[in-house]
Structures are given as structure tokens and as C-alpha cells.
């Protein structure tokens, strides 16, 4: 899946296989993952990387959560831009999969992410919430949280627009934009 955002955000959490990259702007900030073996990412929750360099966020237990954080936090605001205030400009591409415990029925999604810190995650649920908010978290402006959701169950609680979306969503997992996740076929061109 790779998908072209209008967004400018900063990578946190890398959940990938074999391939990330990244370029955070035109200073040079930039950093790539050919795997994850060896790499000095902050892991928590069930996140483990394997000797081969594949990134685990979970372990097939039920309602377990993981987070897999860049070493270093990322300005992304260009202090040198004429408006201060202008994000930084973000490309990735990627290689995931997500497994659910059932052939019928996918587990929840995933999600890059923004964020003041770490600390807010520490009580963040599973399941439908990604790891990311909780009851209380939900839809707060305090939550001061950015996400890209890549989302495989319809919830929905907060609106989802199907059971295979990709969604931006600020401060909530009811997303301010979303659209069908898929493809486009290079031979027809069609969706």
C-alpha cells in the first residue's frame, strides 16, 4: 500500500517490514530503516524487533498494545521558515502486514503517529483506541496527538467510513478525513 498524504507530520512510531524512510526536511534530517535489527528505537508494550530486523508491535495476544519510537524527538516546525509556525514536509514508504486471530475477521489496525511525548501513551487502550487514546483521551484537545490511521475494522463509535480506511486524525479517533484504502492498478488505472 503506498499512499501520497497531505500532511505534513513527523514519523514516531515505525511500524514496518524490512523498509522505512524518511526524509524530515531540508536541513538534512533524515534517517532510514532497512530493518530494525539493531536499530536504536524506543520500544514498549508488546513491541519486539527479531533477529531477522521484522517489527512485532503485538504477539497475537488479545487487547496488547505496542509502540516502536524514533531515538529522537524530531522538531517539525521550520524555525527557518518565513512563517515559524509552517510544518516540516514528511515522505515514507513502507511494507506492512496486519494478522487477526481469525481468517474472516481482521485485528485492529495500525498508526503513525505525533505527539508531545510518551507519557500520554502510557494509558492508551488497545484494540479499536490503536494504542493511542483512551475513554477519557478521546476527542480531548489536550490529547495533543496526530495520527494516520491505517484502520481494518468499522467502528462505528467514531465513524468510520469502512472496514479498510485510511484516516488523519487530530486529538481523536474519529477521523477529520478519511478515505478506502487500496490501490491503483497499473494496468486498467482504476481504484
Do not use: W
Request: proline content about 5%.
Amino acid at each position: 500500500m503506498l499512499l501520497q498524504l497531505r500532511a505534513a507530520l513527523v514519523l514516531l512510531l515505525v511500524p514496518a517490514y524490512r523498509c522505512a524512510a524518511a526524509t524530515g526536511g531540508s536541513d538534512g534530517r533524515q534517517f532510514v530503516y532497512n530493518g530494525f535489527a539493531g536499530a536504536s528505537l524506543s520500544l514498549d508494550g508488546s513491541a519486539t524487533v527479531t533477529p531477522s530486523g521484522l517489527m512485532m508491535l503485538t504477539n497475537g495476544t488479545i487487547q496488547m498494545k505496542g509502540h516502536a519510537f524514533h531515538p529522537d524527538p524530531l522538531p517539525f516546525r521550520d524555525p527557518g521558515a518565513p512563517n515559524a509556525t509552517a510544518a516540516r514536509f514528511f515522505s515514507t514508504t513502507f511494507v506492512f502486514a496486519i494478522y487477526g486471530p481469525y481468517a474472516d475477521l481482521s485485528s485492529h489496525g495500525l498508526a503513525f503517529f505525533v505527539s508531545a511525548g510518551k507519557e500520554m501513551l502510557s494509558t492508551a487502550l488497545p484494540g479499536q483506541f490503536l494504542g493511542l487514546l483512551n475513554t477519557t483521551d478521546n476527542g480531548s484537545r489536550s490529547a495533543h496527538i496526530f495520527a494516520v490511521e491505517f484502520d481494518t475494522l468499522l467502528n462505528a463509535d467514531f465513524h468510520d467510513i469502512s472496514s479498510n480506511h485510511v484516516g488523519v486524525d487530530v486529538n481523536s479517533l474519529g477521523s477529520v478525513d478519511a478515505a478506502d484504502a487500496g490501490y491503483y492498478d497499473d494496468g486498467t488505472g482504476r481504484f
